[in-house]
């Protein structure tokens, strides 16, 4: 038994011009609501980001080329990167060795 349609209100498919106009209006301004997305940035950071943006692809083709850092700078990124795999396979300090590690974030 479908009791949705039970509650229905009797819909007349003639009606005035007038009313008409104004359900026309009334899902216009509905769809517009749906179709536009909420406003995310405001104006100021708008732009902001189209000034970066315009800078990023400007900037490069203006300046001069830069040399090379220096070798000890290079070696910085691989520093750390080594820090990090060293410290992501050392065994933790936990003294129980048949306890599972996940459990924890589960």
């Known amino acids: 038994m479908d009791v949705g349609r039970n509650n229905r209100k009797n819909i007349s498919f003639q009606s005035s011009p007038e009313k008409s106009k104004q359900e026309l209006r009334r899902s216009f301004s509905s769809q517009k609501r749906l179709m536009i997305p909420a406003n995310s940035f405001s104006l100021e950071s708008l732009v902001l980001l189209v000034g ?55």
């Open 52 to 106: 970066l943006t315009a800078s990023l692809l400007i900037l490069p083709l203006v300046l001069p080329p830069l040399p090379p850092p220096p070798f000890m700078l290079l070696l910085i990124p691989i520093g750390i990167m080594v820090l990090l795999m060293v410290l992501a396979f050392m065994p933790s300090s936990d003294s129980k060795p048949n306890r599972d590690v996940t459990c924890n974030f589960m």
